[in-house]
């Protein structure tokens, strides 16, 4: 039993803080980085990297967790609803600015239930036509698109994915119509546009360079906001005369709203620390990432606000919606 002074000191003593939450002492277990896509792609590859490489500087393994379905949406709302104690983190991509305007109902609120800590890599995409094909340019293949309202066409892999969008941003700005031709990824897509039965492809830099580069495709633009290394000859789509249609793959880390600033920061300052010159870096741009960014919490707020914004108003255009 309890001494009158000894309870009264109790009393008055201040609530013990969580020391999960403490700063300098975050983290004290392992931290899950839920992964909302497959395991085996381009996201998921930078994320195990990402969380191998930041391990050991927080003194924790961080373990990357596939947890897919309804377009990213499943892991992003298991994130959204996760204690906001620093051990549970979204690693996501673009598609997490685009579900908000994609999706009729979610079982989160994307803009508000999680918070970016910073963005990782932004990677662009490479416009290809057959070799067959009469365009030597991005304005040359307009024109002829034009002149063959819907006559030609293109390749999705689904709705809301990178190659609808990328390529409904240049049909907007350009003011033209395609047919939409829906395969189950850019590689049998691939197939198709070499063999002249697809008018044209957007893919991502490390698929497209390498066909372009042994003649089997011709390259009319790079959807970045600057010329690539890999090709410093292929003009950009701002330089072909369409600004509005930049368009870049980007990663992003985020957390559960609410999650202790301290711990924000710290976490963002080490994916900075070995997003900076080193391996991973180089890994990155080998990947094909034009820019590897790790900017500030606000930046990266700002950055995800802007794209849901954006993305909002382009799927709108095009009356792309998912029930």
Known sequence: ML?????????????????????????????????????????????????DAISPRLG??????????????????????????????????????????????????????????????ESPMVLMVPNAAPDRSLADLVARARARPEGLSYASSCAGGALQLVTLLLLQAAGIRMTEISYRGSAPALQDLLAGRLDMLYDAGPSAFPVVQSGQARAL????????????????????????????????VLAPARTPM???????????????????????IEMGAERVVANSIPEAARYVAEEMTRWGNVLRAAGVQQQ
């Open 221 to 252: 633009v790079v959807s970045g906001p600057a010329r690539s290394p890999v090709m410093p000859n292929l003009p950009t789509v701002a330089e072909a005369g369409f600004p509005a249609a930049t368009f870049s793959v980007w990663q992003v």
């Open 3 to 51: 001494t009158r002074r000894a309870a009264l000191a109790f009393t008055l003593a201040p609530p013990l803080a969580n020391p999960a939450l403490a700063q300098g002492e975050w983290p004290s277990q392992p931290i899950r980085m839920i992964m909302p896509y497959a395991a085996g792609g381009p996201t998921d590859v930078i994320a195990r990297l990402l969380a």
């Open 262 to 284: 301290p711990i924000l920061e710290r976490m963002n300052r080490e994916i900075a620390a070995v997003l900076g010159d080193g391996p991973l870096r180089a890994r990155l």
């Open 60 to 121: 924790q393994r961080v373990v990357v967790e596939n947890r897919t379905g309804a377009g990213g949406n499943i892991g992003a709302a298991a994130v959204a609803r996760a204690a906001p104690d620093g051990q549970t983190f979204l690693f996501s991509n673009t598609g997490h600015a685009v579900n908000r305007a994609l999706y009729a109902r979610l079982d989160y609120d994307p803009a508000n239930d999680l918070v970016p800590v910073t963005i990782v890599a």
